[in-house]
């Protein structure tokens, strides 16, 4: 579990900078950053009640620690701006466009 831990680390902080940087820099408040922030959003809501879930399950059917319960559950943490960040970086090297919405 440590080495899982130290791995994703350094990831995280690297996501956590791209997210931060986007969000509050001038990229992030157009609206083509909006749109991305959108989308990161909805790739990221699902990951820590079903990560959860399957935690419980887990720890219902072994006996599962309470130090690995906990250090599941930062890894989960982690992996949420692990993803967020990931998912702005790639919007934001392919150019996301967002389609013009007609009223």
Known sequence: ???????????????????LKFTWGIEGKSKQGQE???KSSHAIVPIFPIGWL?????????DISYSFYRDS??????????????VIYFYKIKGFQPKEVEE
């Open 1 to 19: 579990m440590l080495t899982i831990i130290f791995i994703l680390i350094p990831l995280f902080l690297i996501s956590l900078y791209i997210t």
């Open 36 to 38: 991305i922030l959108k």
């Open 54 to 62: 399957l935690l419980e399950i887990a720890h219902s059917i072994f």
């Open 73 to 86: 559950l930062w890894i989960l943490v982690g992996l949420y701006f692990i993803v967020q960040g990931a």
